[in-house]
Each structure stands twice: as structure tokens, then as C-alpha cells.
């Protein structure tokens, strides 16, 4: 049995951060590469935010030094802090995880930005 639980907010109206978290069940947590993926209608999901079973990292250019993704292996937990927000950061948000070819997304959460 394998979960994938996506915790986070869709807003209406412009706040300074957020926090995303991706909690996965039913797997050995320190083993996987997590990921925060984001996805614009009619679009591809593209990466935000990597972490590796390792620890590397990797960001999209639009969020470097906006947003920070996290893993705390005893909590079987994946973050997302936002940061900063901007309307372009608007759009349906969806944690990854992935062991070879295994791949789980979550249920996805939308964020809007807006004034």
C-alpha cells in the first residue's frame, strides 16, 4: 500500500508565503527523489523544486531564492516553502515522488495569486 498525501491552500487573494507539504505511506521515504511540480492549463508540468534521496536540489529559474523544498526523513515529509509570491507563481502545485520507474504525484493543490 502506497500513498501520496498533499497538504496546501488555494488563494484568492496575494499572501507572503506559503508552505507545501507531501507526506507519502507505505514506502521507505529515505530512498526516493521528491519533487514539486507545478502545471499551467494547457500546459506540461514542469519542475519547481527537486530533492534528491541525497539531499541535491534543484529549482526552476522563476522560484530560485523564492522557494526552498526540504525532506525530513523521519517525518516521511517533503516541503515547499514559498515565498515572496507573485501571481505568475499561480497554478496548480503537485508532489512527486519517484524510485526508478515508480512515479506517484499527488492530488494537487491550486494556488492563485492575485491583487
Known amino acids: 500500500q502506497v500513498q501520496l498525501v498533499e497538504s496546501g491552500v488555494g488563494l484568492a487573494q496575494p499572501v507572503c508565503s506559503l508552505r507545501f507539504s507531501c507526506a507519502p505511506s507505505?514506502?521507505?521515504?529515505?530512498?526516493?527523489?521528491m519533487g514539486w511540480y507545478r502545471q499551467a492549463p494547457g500546459n506540461q508540468r514542469e519542475l519547481v523544486a527537486f530533492?534528491?534521496?541525497?539531499?541535491?536540489?534543484n529549482y526552476a529559474d522563476s522560484v530560485k531564492g523564492r522557494f526552498t523544498i526540504s525532506r525530513d526523513n523521519a517525518k516521511n515529509t517533503v516541503y515547499l516553502q514559498m515565498n515572496s509570491l507573485k501571481p505568475e507563481d499561480t497554478d496548480v502545485y503537485y508532489c512527486?515522488?519517484?524510485?526508478?520507474?515508480?512515479?506517484?504525484w499527488g492530488q494537487g493543490t491550486q494556488v492563485t495569486v492575485s491583487s
Open positions: 507505505g514506502i521507505t521515504f529515505s530512498i526516493y527523489d
Open positions: 512527486n515522488e519517484r524510485l526508478g520507474g515508480k512515479i506517484l
Open positions: 530533492i534528491s534521496s541525497g539531499g541535491s536540489t
